[in-house]
């Protein structure tokens, strides 16, 4: 690759050709601030934010879109420059609805670090304001396009990440808005409720749906019995609400907070995460050694549920029928749980946290009522359980570690990895191979399965019975994978697929930033406490199989296909136009 | 097409009703400009102008079967069809005024002419009053410039209109009684 001299602020810098001056003044240690800019997604140079002096250019030129040349001069830093980007920042300012305070974004917002550090104090143009309507009707993600600054980064990720694109720009100049065709509501289209338009969202213009104000209640309320389940990825992440380095392993510190929240029970997804792959990992032996549509898909994720419901109802036979952890755990809580404690299931109050915004639209399927209840009440963001400790002013840092309570608090190192894309994979051949063979797995670790390429293959030896897996994250890349199933492809046996980048631990419900490095961090912190866990396969732990032996009979049996299994429903990625009420 | 014949193509028009299936031939004629553009997303733009020239306008429904013939999301094609001026979503009215507001006709005061259109007749610039009697149109030089400000009824030309004026020419396009 050709090498290209040039100098930034007086400064040479030797880049490879093509490379911005953005990335070149990286190199250098200058930053140069961005809005709409997100690396390798949207790079648009729509918002004029990053502007410098080129030597010789007519006019100022955007750093993230503008490639180096040899011999270039550019500055960054002159009182041109500077003007600039505060003009385009307090216009952007004049038309945003401004409630820092109140805003759920509020210390972390890009819109108002910027104006921060450029020094705004006043705002010069009061102008006119586009004023629209909020947008609350999905079950998952909030829509305030008064909070909208355009830069479309939402509309990117939404298209090119997840292949979806419910949302877009409509209208012209300052009549535009980002949201779905025809000014219908989210909740009306094939939004998956993923909420990666929340992780980059510079402001507070999207958000996810508050589930918080009726966990208080239920806590508050001395006749519930509140029962939380925490899932795996919320224990590398909840720190960086506090501050703490994103993949920070703060189990035992997020099962006290929770409990000085007046929690009466607090319990582990990753039990659940252990019985989903008791059910999984059977039906995958059965369609594989009694017959039964092949590949089996994984189906743990709700975003992806929706995905295949919408874009390829064809392949719904594919999924697993296993409900999600978090679902499978409602229905055990009010059924198993209840009566082994005593409860009456109607006064139990179950709480999911999750990494994930998906999972209040999954809570809500008319479906999930199998213990004759609703059985998961509420599911909150990693992000919004932040909040909830802050409100309660509790200091992070202080808290004991503690355990999480029996029986469903026990665990294994192959539920913990659910968290990271591969892990429902790696956590399913470890106990396949061992049912399949009645060998003690050699090594547990699966590293094919590992990592944040989008797609990953390999190919396991049962006992002599080849078992090729296929691995994928982010929407875009299960299209690619299913595009192949649909074509007779691939050829594989088992699919995992999660909807967010790199699985749950970049879950639309993660602290923000969630970006590349924090989500290789995440999933750093979530391998490190599989290797920290005493037992490291599902079919192992002790408090599963005393749930069997008391409770459930065997795998697939009958209790478990009424209680942890489900059915999907298609539903075609063109919807009927509904005649839409009056304004 | 003249303007006598656009008139009595409308009335024999099958009615797109919201919220209810396309009309049978409003979808064959989708599908046959569709297909005669092999169903190429690129060439979205001459699709949807074509259609609206035989349809008279794309509303939501017309939109969303052009979306799933092209497989393109449904907000791509609303978003081309909300960007661009030419096209409409909404029908067009018995009467079309399109009302100049080029230059010349600019400094001569087309500006107080549209919005006395806009307040005799309760609607803005781009939409069609809910009787369906008249839409407005802002267009941008009609090439009588030395007549401005000029604005164009069906196939009538208004020449140096006044403000004050506008409601007895309205008056003369209202159906009598």
Redesign the interface.
């Given at each position: 690759m050709a090498l290209v001299k040039l100098t930034i602020d007086g400064l040479p810098v030797e880049v490879e050709a093509g490379t911005t001056i953005l990335r070149a003044a990286e190199k250098l240690g200058i930053h140069i601030p961005t809005l709409c800019y997100l690396e390798d997604i949207h790079e648009f140079g729509a918002c004029r934010v990053c502007v410098v002096e080129v030597e010789g250019a007519r006019t100022l030129q955007a750093a993230c879109v503008t490639p180096v040349r040899e011999g270039m001069v550019v500055r960054t830093n002159t009182p041109a420059v500077r003007r600039a980007r505060m003009t385009t920042v307090e216009l952007i300012l004049s038309d945003h609805h401004t409630e820092c305070p109140t805003c759920v974004r509020n210390l972390n917002c890009e819109l108002q670090s910027l104006a921060e550090s450029m020094g705004i104090r006043e705002n010069r143009f009061a102008g006119a304001r586009t004023v629209n309507p909020v947008d609350s009707s999905s079950a998952a993600i909030v829509r305030d396009p008064n909070k909208c600054i355009l830069c479309r980064r939402c509309v990117s990720i939404c298209?090119k990440v997840q292949g979806?694109?419910?949302?877009?720009?409509?209208?012209?100049g300052f009549e535009t808005v980002i949201g779905?065709?025809?000014g219908d509501q989210l909740g009306d289209t094939?939004c998956v409720n993923c909420g990666q338009c929340i992780l980059v969202c510079p402001t507070g213009a999207l958000y996810e749906r508050d589930s918080t104000e009726e966990v208080w209640a239920a806590l508050a309320d001395p006749d519930r019995h509140v029962v939380f389940q925490t899932a795996p990825a919320t224990r590398v992440a909840l720190g960086e609400t506090y501050g703490l380095p994103p993949g920070s392993i703060v189990t035992g510190k997020m099962v006290a907070a929770i409990r000085r929240l007046g929690a009466d029970t607090v319990f582990d997804t990753d039990f659940a995460a252990d019985l989903t792959i008791m059910e999984e990992g059977h039906e995958l032996i059965q369609r594989l050694t009694k017959g039964g549509t092949l590949p089996m898909i994984t189906s743990c994720s709700p975003g992806w549920i929706k995905f295949i419901e919408h874009f390829y109802p064809d392949l719904l036979p594919n999924l697993s029928t296993c409900k999600s952890p978090q679902q499978m755990f409602g229905a055990v809580i009010k059924t198993y749980y209840a009566e082994k404690v005593g409860l009456d299931p109607a006064k139990i109050y179950h709480v999911s946290v999750m990494p994930c915004t998906a999972k209040k639209f999954e809570c809500k399927r008319p479906e999930m009522r199998d213990s004759g209840l609703v059985d998961v009440d509420a599911a909150l963001t990693t992000r919004e359980l932040g909040r909830m400790l802050k409100e309660a002013g509790i200091v992070f840092d202080e808290l004991p570690e503690e355990p999480y309570d029996d029986p469903l608090g026990e665990s294994t190192g192959a539920a913990v990895i659910f968290g990271a894309t591969g892990g429902v994979m790696e956590a399913a051949l470890r106990t396949a191979y061992e049912v399949v063979t009645k060998k003690t797995l050699p090594r547990v670790e699966f590293e094919a399965v590992r990592g944040l390429e989008g797609v990953k293959e390999a190919s396991v030896d049962l006992d002599g019975t080849e078992v090729r897996v296929a691995v994928a994250h982010g929407l875009a890349n299960a299209k690619k994978v299913l595009d192949k199933v649909r074509a007779g492809e691939g050829d594989w046996h088992f699919i995992e697929i999660m909807a967010c980048p790199g699985g749950c631990i970049g879950g639309g419900g993660q602290p923000i930033p969630t970006n590349l490095e924090v989500r290789q961090k995440r999933i750093e912190g979530i391998y490190t406490a599989d290797e920290r866990m005493t037992i490291r396969k599902s079919h192992e732990n002790p408090s599963i199989i005393a749930l069997y032996k008391e409770f459930l009979g065997e795998p697939l049996g009958h209790k478990s296909h009424e209680l942890l299994h489900t059915t999907y429903t298609p539903r075609g990625s063109?919807l009927p136009?509904?005649?839409?009420a009056a304004d | 097409m003249t303007g006598a014949d656009a008139l009595c193509s409308e009335a024999a028009r099958p009615k797109i009703v919201p919220g209810e299936p396309l009309p049978e031939d409003v979808a064959e004629t989708i599908d046959r400009i569709v297909d005669r553009y092999d169903a190429e997303p690129g060439s979205l733009i001459n699709i949807l102008h074509e259609i609206q020239e035989d349809v008279g306008y794309l509303p939501e429904e017309v939109l969303s079967r052009v979306a799933e013939r092209l497989g393109v999301p449904v907000v791509d094609v609303h978003g081309v069809v909300s960007f661009y001026a030419l096209f409409s979503m909404k029908p067009k009215g018995r009467n079309r005024i399109a009302t100049c507001n080029g230059t010349a006709c600019y400094v001569r005061g087309a500006q107080r002419v549209l919005e006395r259109l806009e307040s005799e007749l309760g609607v803005k610039a781009g939409d069609t009053t809910d009787d369906g009697e008249f839409s407005l149109d802002v267009v941008r030089c009609l090439g009588a410039c030395g007549l401005g400000p000029v604005v164009m009824i069906n196939d009538d030309v208004h020449a140096r209109l006044k403000p004050d004026r506008v409601p007895a020419v309205l008056a003369r396009y209202r159906r009598s009684g």
């Open positions: 298209e979806v694109k419910a949302i877009g720009p409509v209208g012209r779905p065709a025809f094939v063109y136009r509904r005649e839409k | -």
